[in-house]
Each structure stands twice: as C-alpha cells, then as structure tokens.
C-alpha cells in the first residue's frame, strides 16, 4: 500500500467537483496545470478566474519534502512556529551531506561520521513532529519521492529546486525555501503567484541515441536560464505518451534550470506501469477513477496555442543528442557539432571524468541503458579512456540494479560506484586536494547544473550535460567531440569497433527488491521527545528572530557589493564544503556573496569598506557595517538569485545587516526567500539605473512608510561628490508579503498570530 494512501483518497474525492467548478469561471477547456492548481485552492472551490502572471492566489499543497541540507533551517523555524505536529504528510532526506571520494561503502561511513550530529538532529526532529526520514545511504530525495510519494494530480513543496521531478508523475510539484515549507507544515495557506503556462508538444517517438534527457536540453536551449521564470511547463502530445515515467521526470527535473515554476505531464499508462511496479497499484485503482481530470482537456492539446502563453513543439523523430555547457546549462550542442564549436571556444576535447545518475538521472531505466554501452565497450575489446562514476538514484534502485547485473559492466570498466546520494551534483566530490588551483580539463554527466565549481569546486573544469547513455559513450571514447552515431573507436586488437545504439528496460523485469530501504517512521506521540542543541555547537544553532521594521525609512546604506553579470544562489552562499553549515546561520554567513563578481574591479569576495575605505571580504565587511549600525543594501544584474531553492542565499545577507537587494530581474524561488526573511527585494524600473550605481554611494530609500502594493519605491542615491539622483524601483509584495516585512519575517508573523490565536 502507498504512504499516506487515505490523503490521496481525499484529494481524488474533490476533483471532480473542483475541476467542473474551475471550467466554469475560466470559461474555457482546462490545461492539466490548471486543473491541478484550482484543485488546490485554499479556499476550496474556485469563484473567481486568477490571473496568470499577475494573482497572488493561497493554495494547498499535499505533502512537502525536505533534504537534509535545507530541512535543518526548515526544521529549526518549524520549531519556533509554537506547532506539536506537522499540518500535512512530510519527509526529511538524507542525501546531500554525503561526500563522493571513494566509493560507496567507505563514503557513506565517513557521511555517518562527519554529520552524525545533523543526523541525530534531523531524526529526532522528525520523530517529535511526525515528519518520516530517510536514513543516509537511503536515497536522493526526488528519486525516493518518485518512488513512494508521487502521485498525478496531487501538489507538493518541497525545500530543494528539482522537486520538480514528481511531474513525471503528473505532479505539479514546487521548489521553495525553508519558510514557505513551514507555512504548510504549520497548516497554513501557501501563496503563489498564480504562474503562466507553456505547452511543450511533442510529436514522434524517440529513437536511437536521443533520450529524455535530449527533450530537456533542447528546451534549455530554446528558453535559457530564465525563460521559464514564473511558468509551468506542460508536456503532451504522442512523443509524451510513447516515454517512460521515469524518462518524464528526468525532463521535469530538469525544469529547474529553465526557472520554471514546475513541469508536468498527464496521467498515461507509463504512469500507471511506474505506480504499479513501485507498490502503488492502489494509486492506479484511485487515479484511473478520475483519469478525464489528471490530464489537460482534449480541447487545449488539439489547439495548444489558443490556451498556453506559448507553445514549443519538438519533434522527437528528429531530434538529436545533445551536450549543454560549459558553466550554464541552456548552451546546447549537438553531438555532431562539439569539435568545431569546443576547438574555437578553447574547450578542452580530452574528457577526463563521465558521472551517470543524480535525481535526474538514477531510475532502473537510466542505469539499464547506460550499462548496455558499457557492456558493449567490454565485448569489444575498448579500454576506457576516461573514469567512470555511477550515483544510484534510491537503495531500491541500486539493490535492484545490483541483483539483476546492471553494475557489473561497469565495475568492469573500473568505474566507482558512489553512494546513494547526490555527491558530485552538489558540489560534495573530494576530486582534488586543491580545487582552486586545479587544471583545466572537461567532465560529462548527466546531472541538471554545471555551474562553475559546481561539481568539484574547480573554476576550470567544463562540465557538460547529457544523457546517461551519451555519457558512457564518450567517457568510453575519452573525447568531448565524440559522435556514437557516426564514429568509430579502436579497441585493443586495433580493429575499428562501432558502438550501437543503447538498449535498455523501463521497468525490473523481476520487479523491484531491497532489504532495506532506509525508511524510518516517527513516533505515534512524539510529546515526550526533546530535541537538543548543543550550545557549541559549530553546526547546529537555535534561530533568533529577525528584527521587525521600525516603520522609519531606511537611510545612511552603503553598498555592500554590486554584483555583475551570473549570480546564482551558489555564488550568494556556496555549497560543496560549506553544506556542513546549513544548521548554524552564523557559521554559513561567512560564505555570503563571497562567489559574486565585484562589478567594481571584476573580483570575487573583494569590495571596499566604506567606513575604513580598506578592501576585505564581503562576509567582514558586511559585519563591520552592521556593527557600526550601518545598513547596507546588495546591487544585482539580470536574473539574480538564479539555481536552487537554497534559504541561506536570502537568510544570509538579512543575518548580516543588508536591509534591501535591488537587481535587473530575480529568479523566482530567491525573491520570495527575501520576502519571507523580511527583507526588501526590489528591481530597477529602469534597467540602465543599474549602471549609475558607484561604488562608493550611499543610499536613502524616502517613502517606506507608503510600501504598498502595485507602489513604486524611491531611492535617493548620494553620491561621494555631494550630488543626488533618485532612481525608481518596483516590487512585486501584495499587501501580506508587506506584513512579512514589517513582522521582520513571514515566521514573525505565523509566531504572533498563533500567540494570538492560544
């Protein structure tokens, strides 16, 4: 039986109802996207159409999900919210904190080791507030939620970007921070804004080379980084019902690299086959009694352009393998194209690294295929002439994997079989004894992020993303610029060989086997637990509440810095070694900004100290003017914030005394992680304002006290010659994002209210 079976029961219960109730105030045929979000309004059923783009609309997620890295902050502001038990179904996930070095057993060991203390906190945490874990070793988070959790139609939160995996399970499924994580779980109504749509149509069947994973990179080619921001993305047509479940979560996960909201597919019979082999065929028996509502109306797929915001369409027939990167993940090439492309960009060809699995791309299915490349290089005489990495998805997926010989071709290659866990995709792989000072060399994965630094915290590594089954292909071949399709390589005899095409299994055959899977339920009363932190400690620290607003205009600021060009959340608060702080704000705000390119001489975690008029770091030089009870504010380019999920990039500079970030344009998921910590995120009215910004101004904002919603702001900037200019700014708070400003924080405001409410 599926976890949490009669909360699925109940969801299904109202469907039929909510959809007919939407269908009458939209007016029109109902996208999937649509149905699932008016499904889950917070007030129940629909009255009134919302807005795409513009409506802030209070909803009511089904389950939220947390991994470890995130769930300590999560869980710490749970613990202030004055709540005996979470409101919904939830899980924390041990998966992040667990270093790639070498190999699993070894590694895993050394994770219990090194985060024991996190561990211990995180299970007892869990155990007092009804919250299920799964134990280090257990599995990646998204993976683990695909397997248990998912189910079409529902909508879940989870405190990681890539909980938009649970769309290949037709999930609308969001990536949040910590705060709006513990709205739900308190029992309180999860606001979003109500996100446009874009319909992704795709004809024909994947054949050959191509892959799901080919679907994603090409749709990161034709959006960019940012070209999903504030958008669902919904996938249909016969190319979508031809893939696998799990082939659909590899798109949906990577989603999250397109900025989008959420991605998502209608229930189909790979859905059906996926809940059945994974021990949910009660599911199946719920979902197929609402089937006509988990799917968008035949109406909106037959004329796509009439009922989406925009509409792409790919034709899988056609559609080739592609590699994306270096540092971003929307530069797309296709296989046939890498050589003249890397050899005038300086991209080196050798290839010294191929990383198969992640979240995105761990399923039996991924592993199958990739493993009949390998067994392929091992019947014909190919000696490897890169290293190999394997990350199993789930200890069910490796179990299963191991028993039915899909590791075996790999071990043959001498691969490394890494720990169930994200390691090397999250900056957690032990590569190099200096990273900073590391050569300049290509790796290929099939992860989602290939950011500078990301995977092994060397700036000169090219990281390019592809399929599992490309990956092995030119791991095997050890050159960036090789095709499977057309090329051949000289095995060990010296004889041409030709790869051919990967095969592979959707599903277990024998089904799917584990002894363990790492799985442990709360306790039914968990009033007597106590959960304790160490005063000490240097990586676990009780929360102090923000300051509420004083209702003055903030005036006096200097710029702490002023970032230029690509600001991701791991540029404001790296992870890789600097995971180990994710519990304790203190400790992790020493990573503040300290990756962001100084606009003003181009360096990274150099700015100038207004009040000494020295350089130093970004963290110091921040604490120094917060000492001085100076505020500072943080200057940003397009698309800031950009990546994942990650609170600590928004909690960090609030910690550390900057009262307001004024950028281009925000990623969606950071701006309202600024919102939530009761901090000012605000953009330019006017773009080409960014560039009158001096290094050595001073900031006066002039009508806070008339913060109101649709209202711009007014910034008096004081430059170092005496002269002034104001500059407008815009903002996108309603009139309860204002509140959270002015309680200090949106958990300010759920603490006085339920103080209210005893």
């Known amino acids: ?138 599995g990646i988070i998204h993976q683990v939620v695909l397997e248990n959790y998912a189910f079409p139609g529902g909508m879940m939160i989870g405190t990681d970007s890539h909980t938009v995996n649970a769309g290949g399970l037709g999930m609308v499924a969001i990536g ?22 874009i319909g992704v149509k795709l004809t024909g069947k994947l054949n050959g080379w191509t892959a799901p994973k080919d679907v994603i990179l090409k749709v990161a ?48 019979d790979s859905m059906r086959r996926y809940l059945s082999a994974t021990g949910r065929a009660d599911v199946v028996e719920l979902a197929d009694k609402v089937a006509e509502h988990l799917t968008g109306d035949a109406e909106v797929y037959a004329n796509p352009a009439q009922y989406f915001d925009q509409v792409i369409e790919i034709d899988l027939n056609t559609l080739m393998p592609h590699l994306n990167g270096p540092f971003t993940p929307d530069l797309a090439t296709e296989v046939g194209k890498m050589n003249a492309k890397a050899t005038a960009k300086g991209w080196p060809l050798d290839v010294e690294w191929g990383l198969i699995g992640s979240c995105t791309n761990s399923s039996y299915e991924d592993l199958s295929r990739a493993a009949s490349i390998a067994k392929q290089a091992v019947e014909k005489g190919l000696e490897t002439k890169a290293q190999f990495g394997i990350n199993p998805g789930s200890e069910q997926v490796r179990f299963t994997a191991e028993r039915d010989g899909l590791l075996k071709p790999f071990e043959d290659l001498d691969a490394t079989i890494f720990t169930n866990a994200c390691g090397p995709c999250i900056g957690q792989w032990a590569r190099y004894s200096d990273p900073k000072n590391a050569p300049k060399n290509s790796i290929v994965h099939s992860f989602n992020r290939n950011f500078a630094k990301r995977a092994d915290g060397n700036p000169n590594t090219h990281a390019f993303v592809a399929s599992p089954e490309m990956v092995a292909a030119i791991a095997i071949s050890g050159r960036l610029d090789f095709n499977p399709i057309t090329d051949t390589l000289t095995n060990k005899a010296g004889e041409q060989v030709k790869l051919e095409p990967p095969t592979g299994l959707e599903l277990p055959p024998s089904g799917f086997g584990v002894e363990d899977n790492g799985y442990q339920a709360p306790a039914e009363d968990g009033s007597g637990i106590e959960v304790v932190v160490n005063p000490d400690s240097k990586r676990l620290q009780l929360l102090t509440p923000f300051t509420p607003w004083n209702g003055n205009n903030i005036t006096g600021a200097k710029l702490l810095i002023k970032a230029k060009g690509k600001c991701t959340t791991d540029h404001i608060s790296m992870a890789g070694p600097w995971l180990q702080y994710r519990g304790h704000l203190d400790n992790i705000s020493e990573n503040c900004l300290i990756g962001a390119v100084n606009a003003f001489g181009g360096a990274t975690n150099e700015v100038v100290n207004q009040l000494t008029g020295s350089k130093g770091e970004v963290p110091a030089t921040a604490r120094a003017y917060k000492a001085a009870g100076v505020p500072s504010i943080v200057v940003g380019d397009h698309n800031y914030g950009e990546g994942s999920s990650r609170e600590h990039a928004a909690m960090e500079p609030r910690h550390l005394g900057v009262y307001a970030v004024i950028v281009k344009s925000f990623a969606r998921i950071h701006e309202t992680n600024l919102k939530k910590q009761g901090m000012l995120g605000l953009t330019f009215a006017n773009e080409a304002d960014y560039d009158k910004i001096r290094e050595d101004d001073t900031f006066n904002f002039t009508d806070l006290s008339a913060f109101a919603p649709g209202k711009q702001l007014t910034l008096e900037v004081v430059h170092a ?38």
């Open 1 to 138: 039986m599926a976890f949490d079976i009669e909360m699925i029961k109940a969801v299904y219960a109202k469907y039929p109802e909510r959809v007919a109730a939407a269908r009458k105030v939209v007016g029109k045929p109902l996208t999937l996207a649509e149905k699932i979000l008016y499904t889950h309004l917070w007030d129940g059923k629909a009255t009134v159409a919302h807005e795409r783009g513009n409506s802030y609309v209070d909803f009511a997620p089904d389950r939220v999900a947390m991994q470890d890295a995130t769930a300590q902050m999560a869980l710490l502001q749970f613990m202030q919210a004055g709540k005996a038990k979470v409101a919904v179904p939830s899980t924390a996930h041990a998966d992040h904190l667990i270093q790639a070095r070498m190999g699993a057993d070894k590694d895993l060991q050394d994770g219990i080791n090194k985060n024991n203390e996190v561990f211990n906190f995180l299970s007892s945490v869990c155990d007092k507030y009804g919250i299920g874990f799964w134990k280090p070793g257990s």
């Open 176 to 197: 949040v921070g910590g705060a709006d994580a513990v709205d739900v779980m308190a029992g309180m109504a999860w606001e979003l804004k109500f996100p446009k749509l």
């Open 221 to 268: 080619e034709i959006l960019t980084v940012k070209g999903g921001t504030g958008a669902i993305v919904e996938y249909f047509g016969e190319g979508a019902l031809s893939m696998s479940c799990t082939g659909k979560g590899t798109i949906c996960n990577m989603g999250a690299e397109i900025g989008a909201t959420t991605s998502t597919f209608g229930y189909d």
């Open 721 to 758: 010659d005496g002269s002034k200019e104001n500059i407008m700014l815009n903002h996108t708070y309603n009139a309860q994002q204002i509140e959270w400003y002015r309680a200090g924080s949106a958990l300010n405001l759920i603490k006085s209210e339920a103080a209210a409410n005893a």
